[in-house]
C-alpha cells in the first residue's frame, strides 16, 4: 500500500513540550507515539503545533519520517490552552496555506480547538486548491463531561461544547479513544457510525516488569500517578488509606517538589492527611521525571487510579504493562482498560471504604497480585502497544480515502464562532 502524507494538529500539546506542566501530558506523549509509530509504517507525518516561542524554528525534525511544524498564530510565548481559542481561525488559516502548498492525504486533529482550526484550514484548502483534505478527530475529552463534573469550577471557554459539536458534524471521522466516549458523542448529536475506536497506547519495552525498582520504604506501597487536580480523586485514596494500617501511599504528579509547598490542591491533600493522621503515610513526590517513572511504578504493590472521570487515563496502561495491579474507578477509557477481577479491580468513584475494601483484598494476597500483573501486562502487550494502535489509526485512514469525494467532504464550522 502507498505511504501517506499525514497531518496532525495539537494546537497545545508539542510531541517536543516537557512533559509535567499544567497543560503538557497524556495528549503530548500520545501525538508523539502516533506519529512516530505511522512513520515506522512508511509514512510521512507533520505535527503542526502553535509556536509559544519566538526562538522556535519553522520546520524541527521529530524522528524519522516526523516533522514539528510551528504554527504563528497568537503571541510567540506560552499560554494556557483556555485561552488560545482566539488563535484558532488565524491558526486555521495557516495550515490553509501550508495544506494549499502541500496537500496532505489526511488531517488528524487532536483536541477541540485543533479541530476546529483543521476544519477551517480544510475550507481555506478546499478554495485554493481543489478539494480539502478529509479531517479525522480525536476529543481526548469533553467539554460536556467535564462541565458535568466540575460545574463552575470548569475553566473552559464558554464556546467550547458548540463548537466541539460542530467538529463532530464536520469532521469525516471521529477516533474515540473509548465505549463511553462514542455515547456522549451520539448524545451531543454525532451519529456514533461515524465514529472508530482506537484507544491511547503505552511503550511496552520502557514500561515492563524487567528493570531498575525505585527505593522500598518497607511498607505495602499504594502510588497514584497524576496531576493534582480534584477529580483525579487524590483525597479518595488519601481516605482509602484511613483503613488500611501499615500502608503508605504515594501521589506522583503536579510541580516540581520544592514548589509543593506553594501549591493550594497539595496543601488541600496534606491537610487532610493530617487531619486523619496519615502525614507520615502519605507522600507527595510532586512531578517524576518520565525516566523515573518506570522504576516507581515496578516498585508499587497496587497502582491506584481513582478519578472522579477520566477521558482515558493511560496511567492503567503503564501499570498493566509493570505488571502491576490496578484499582481504579469505573468511569471513563478505564472500564475499556482495566478488566475487573482479571487485572485489577474496578470501584465507584468517591467510594473510599470500596476502594479500601478492594485493596486490602488484594494487599492480602500476593499471588493474586503476581496473577492479575501477569495477565495485566499481556493485556497490554496484546492490545495496546503503540505500533498496534497507529496500526489501527492507520486502518482508519485508509477506510475513509477509499470513500467516495463527498463521503469525505468538510463542512464548514464558521458559524460555531459566533
Given at each position: 500500500?502507498?505511504?501517506?502524507?499525514?497531518?496532525?494538529?495539537?494546537?497545545?500539546?508539542?510531541?517536543?513540550?516537557?512533559?509535567?506542566?499544567?497543560?503538557?501530558?497524556?495528549?503530548?506523549?500520545?501525538?508523539?507515539?502516533?506519529?512516530?509509530?505511522?512513520?515506522?509504517?512508511?509514512?510521512?507525518?507533520?505535527?503542526?503545533?502553535?509556536?509559544?516561542?519566538?526562538?522556535?524554528?519553522?520546520?524541527?525534525?521529530?524522528?524519522?519520517?516526523?516533522?514539528?511544524?510551528?504554527?504563528?498564530?497568537?503571541?510567540?510565548?506560552?499560554?494556557?490552552?483556555?485561552?488560545?481559542?482566539?488563535?484558532?481561525?488565524?491558526?486555521?488559516?495557516?495550515?490553509?496555506?501550508?495544506?494549499?502548498?502541500?496537500?496532505?492525504?489526511?488531517?488528524?486533529?487532536?483536541?477541540?480547538?485543533?479541530?476546529?482550526?483543521?476544519?477551517?484550514?480544510?475550507?481555506?484548502?478546499?478554495?485554493?486548491?481543489?478539494?480539502?483534505?478529509?479531517?479525522?478527530?480525536?476529543?481526548?475529552?469533553?467539554?460536556?463531561?467535564?462541565?458535568?463534573?466540575?460545574?463552575?469550577?470548569?475553566?473552559s471557554p464558554p464556546g467550547r461544547i458548540a463548537?466541539?459539536?460542530?467538529?463532530?458534524?464536520?469532521?469525516?471521522?471521529?477516533?474515540?479513544?473509548?465505549?463511553?466516549?462514542?455515547?456522549?458523542?451520539?448524545?451531543?448529536?454525532?451519529?456514533?457510525?461515524?465514529?472508530?475506536?482506537?484507544?491511547?497506547?503505552?511503550?511496552?519495552?520502557?514500561?515492563?516488569?524487567?528493570?531498575?525498582?525505585?527505593?522500598?520504604?518497607?511498607?505495602?506501597?499504594?502510588?497514584?500517578?497524576?496531576?493534582?487536580?480534584?477529580?483525579?480523586?487524590?483525597?479518595?485514596?488519601?481516605?482509602?488509606?484511613?483503613?488500611?494500617?501499615?500502608?503508605?501511599?504515594?501521589?506522583?504528579?503536579?510541580?516540581?517538589?520544592?514548589?509543593?509547598?506553594?501549591?493550594?490542591?497539595?496543601?488541600?491533600?496534606?491537610?487532610?492527611?493530617?487531619?486523619?493522621?496519615?502525614g507520615e503515610r502519605v507522600r507527595l513526590l510532586?512531578?517524576?521525571?518520565?525516566?523515573?517513572?518506570?522504576?516507581?511504578?515496578?516498585?508499587?504493590?497496587?497502582?491506584?487510579?481513582?478519578?472522579?472521570?477520566?477521558?482515558?487515563?493511560?496511567?492503567?496502561?503503564?501499570?498493566?504493562?509493570?505488571?502491576?495491579?490496578?484499582?481504579a474507578t469505573a468511569v471513563g477509557g478505564q472500564?475499556?482498560?482495566?478488566?475487573?477481577?482479571?487485572?485489577?479491580?474496578?470501584?465507584?468513584?468517591?467510594?473510599?471504604?470500596?476502594?479500601?475494601?478492594?485493596?486490602?483484598?488484594?494487599?492480602?494476597?500476593?499471588?493474586?497480585?503476581?496473577?492479575?500483573?501477569?495477565?495485566?501486562?499481556?493485556?497490554?502487550?496484546?492490545?495496546?502497544?503503540?505500533?498496534?494502535?497507529?496500526?489501527?489509526?492507520?486502518?482508519?485512514?485508509?477506510?475513509?480515502?477509499?470513500?467516495?469525494?463527498?463521503?469525505?467532504?468538510?463542512?464548514?464550522?464558521?458559524?460555531?464562532?459566533?
Amino acid at each position: 500500500m502507498r505511504s501517506l502524507r499525514i497531518s496532525l494538529v495539537s494546537e497545545h500539546a508539542s510531541p517536543l513540550a516537557v512533559l509535567g506542566g499544567v497543560d503538557a501530558g497524556g495528549q503530548n506523549v500520545h501525538v508523539a507515539a502516533l506519529a512516530a509509530g505511522l512513520a515506522r509504517r512508511g509514512h510521512r507525518v507533520t505535527v503542526h503545533t502553535r509556536r509559544d516561542d519566538p526562538d522556535l524554528d519553522p520546520l524541527v525534525p521529530f524522528g524519522p519520517g516526523v516533522v514539528v511544524h510551528h504554527v504563528p498564530a497568537g503571541p510567540p510565548r506560552p499560554l494556557p490552552k483556555d485561552q488560545l481559542l482566539p488563535y484558532m481561525p488565524a491558526f486555521g488559516d495557516r495550515l490553509g496555506e501550508h495544506w494549499g502548498a502541500e496537500r496532505p492525504d489526511v488531517v488528524h486533529s487532536h483536541f477541540w480547538m485543533s479541530g476546529l482550526a483543521s476544519l477551517l484550514g480544510a475550507s481555506v484548502c478546499d478554495g485554493s486548491a481543489g478539494a480539502g483534505p478529509p479531517v479525522v478527530h480525536t476529543y481526548h475529552a469533553l467539554g460536556t463531561v467535564k462541565r458535568r463534573h466540575q460545574g463552575a469550577a470548569d475553566t473552559s471557554p464558554p464556546g467550547r461544547i458548540a463548537i466541539e459539536t460542530a467538529v463532530g458534524l464536520g469532521a469525516a471521522r471521529i477516533v474515540a479513544t473509548c465505549r463511553d466516549e462514542v455515547g456522549e458523542l451520539q448524545a451531543m448529536g454525532v451519529d456514533p457510525e461515524r465514529s472508530r475506536i482506537v484507544p491511547c497506547g503505552v511503550d511496552t519495552r520502557r514500561f515492563s516488569p524487567d528493570g531498575p525498582v525505585a527505593e522500598r520504604s518497607g511498607r505495602p506501597r499504594l502510588l497514584q500517578i497524576g496531576r493534582l487536580v480534584p477529580r483525579k480523586g487524590a483525597d479518595t485514596a488519601i481516605r482509602a488509606l484511613a483503613a488500611l494500617p501499615g500502608a503508605e501511599l504515594l501521589l506522583a504528579g503536579g510541580p516540581p517538589a520544592w514548589e509543593l509547598p506553594h501549591d493550594p490542591e497539595a496543601g488541600r491533600l496534606r491537610d487532610l492527611a493530617r487531619a486523619l493522621g496519615l502525614g507520615e503515610r502519605v507522600r507527595l513526590l510532586g512531578g517524576v521525571a518520565p525516566s523515573d517513572m518506570p522504576a516507581l511504578i515496578r516498585s508499587a504493590d497496587l497502582v491506584l487510579c481513582p478519578a472522579r472521570y477520566e477521558p482515558f487515563g493511560i496511567v492503567p496502561l503503564e501499570a498493566m504493562a509493570c505488571g502491576v495491579p490496578v484499582v481504579a474507578t469505573a468511569v471513563g477509557g478505564q472500564l475499556d482498560t482495566v478488566l475487573d477481577h482479571r487485572t485489577g479491580r474496578l470501584v465507584a468513584p468517591d467510594r473510599p471504604a470500596e476502594l479500601a475494601e478492594a485493596c486490602a483484598h488484594l494487599l492480602a494476597r500476593p499471588g493474586l497480585r503476581a496473577a492479575y500483573g501477569r495477565a495485566g501486562r499481556k493485556r497490554a502487550l496484546d492490545h495496546f502497544g503503540w505500533d498496534r494502535i497507529a496500526a489501527a489509526t492507520e486502518l482508519v485512514y485508509r477506510e475513509l480515502l477509499d470513500r467516495s469525494g463527498s463521503e469525505r467532504s468538510v463542512h464548514p464550522v464558521e458559524g460555531a464562532l459566533r
